[in-house]
């Protein structure tokens, strides 16, 4: 497995932010608003970062970017090995530890850093659209009172270009509909959570949960575009505890299902019959008198109701910051991606890495051993 590299120093960053704005080819920008003289905003592999080019230099640009993101490919590897693209999300500590949005073949090659979130700010839950031609993602640039009320869901290009806001309001943790069409997210306002759809340009918003879920996470269309699942809290009445659920709805929220009593993190499978999903589960341990939590994944058969334990390994799913939207993803090639603190492994680092489980033999496989925030997507 690859290093990640690519990653500019503290330095250049800085170098960066002193260039003038009508400084020609290395003009930086984040959109095509930022450039001047008929320029668009584009990647340039070479300066690893988003600058001001003309449509002839953009256009050369994107020509090469496929064969550029082949990069150090083994010798021997087919393009069954290097597999499809993986967009994650990552922190480095020069910078600054703002997440950002990376993407990388499917066998760890071709390392591309995607967004580069200003100081405080934030770019995370990375999810391609099913064209593979834009990636969405929660974006929150300036530090807001509370950091919730920053995020906005942003699109951009495959490559990193072109950088747009498509939420006027609070919005994050997007997915898209298998039509490409629609756009599921959640969202904190007026002051509550709710799951919102909208259109994949941030046309047409619409509340379908109206104040019923607590708080929320993962929202996931289902393969055929009927349903939505999410992990959810929801109070049933004053004396009983609340734990997070898996909820079942429609995309218009006319209907909505506990389809598992504990969990979070729904991913449906590749066919739409089961979905994988973490459950937690307390233990006593009778030596301390202390109660133990062990985080594991299950699959749920939609239909039929019943649980099958997928890992025994007690993973730190949630990292050590405390839930957040880490996930899972269940891909076409059959496996189950997810980000785990890296120490299941007998490692020092206790930093998220990237792991995945075959659901039928249960192997588990370590992918990449940087240190992550997020669990990937794979177009």
């Not at 189950?336 to 998220?352: N, S, V």
Request: glycine residues 8%.
């Amino acid at each position: 497995m690859n290093t990640l590299r690519g990653i500019r120093t503290a330095a250049y960053a800085a170098l960066l932010s002193l260039l003038p704005a009508n400084c020609g080819e290395l003009s930086s920008c984040k959109t095509d608003n930022d450039c001047k003289e008929s320029r668009v905003c584009e990647y340039n592999r070479d300066l690893e970062g988003l600058f001001c080019m003309t449509p002839e230099e953009a256009a050369r640009e994107s020509e090469t970017e496929d064969a550029r993101h082949q990069e150090e490919p083994n010798g021997n590897d087919t393009e069954e090995d290097i597999g499809r693209d993986l967009v994650f999300t990552h922190r480095f500590p020069i910078d600054g530890f703002e997440p950002n949005i990376y993407r990388m073949n499917q066998n760890g090659s071709g390392i591309l850093q995607l967004t580069f979130a200003e100081a405080h700010g934030t770019h995370r839950n990375p999810r391609w659209s099913p064209d593979g031609r834009y990636i969405y993602f929660t974006g929150m640039d300036f530090p807001p009172p509370h950091d919730y009320e920053g995020r906005r869901i942003f699109r951009m290009n495959a490559d990193g270009s072109n950088m747009n806001v498509v939420t006027d309001r609070e919005g994050e943790s997007p997915d898209i509909s298998p039509d490409g069409e629609m756009v599921i997210f959640k969202a904190f306002r007026d002051p509550q959570w709710d799951l919102y759809i909208m259109n994949a340009d941030g046309s047409g918003e619409l509340n379908i949960s109206q104040g019923y879920f607590g708080d929320m996470y993962q929202p996931r269309w289902s393969p055929d575009g009927r349903f939505i699942l999410v992990g959810g809290t929801h109070r049933e009445s004053e004396d009983q505890p609340v734990w997070t659920a898996i909820y079942l709805l429609s995309p218009d929220g006319s209907y909505i299902e506990k389809v598992a009593p504990r969990g979070e993190f729904p991913a449906w499978s590749p066919d739409g019959t089961k979905f994988a999903y973490v459950k937690t589960t307390v233990l006593f341990d009778e030596d301390t008198g202390q109660e133990i939590k062990e985080n594991n994944i299950y699959v749920r058969d939609i239909t039929a109701g019943f649980d099958e334990q997928i890992t025994f390994r007690n993973f730190n799913h949630n990292g050590r910051d405390g839930p957040d939207e880490r996930g899972l993803s269940w891909e076409n090639d059959g496996l189950i991606y997810f980000a785990a603190d890296g120490a299941i492994e007998g490692a020092e680092d206790k930093d998220l890495d990237i792991f995945t489980v075959d659901p039928i033999s249960k192997e588990i496989e370590h992918i990449i051993f940087e240190g992550v925030d997020e669990t990937p997507d794979l177009r």
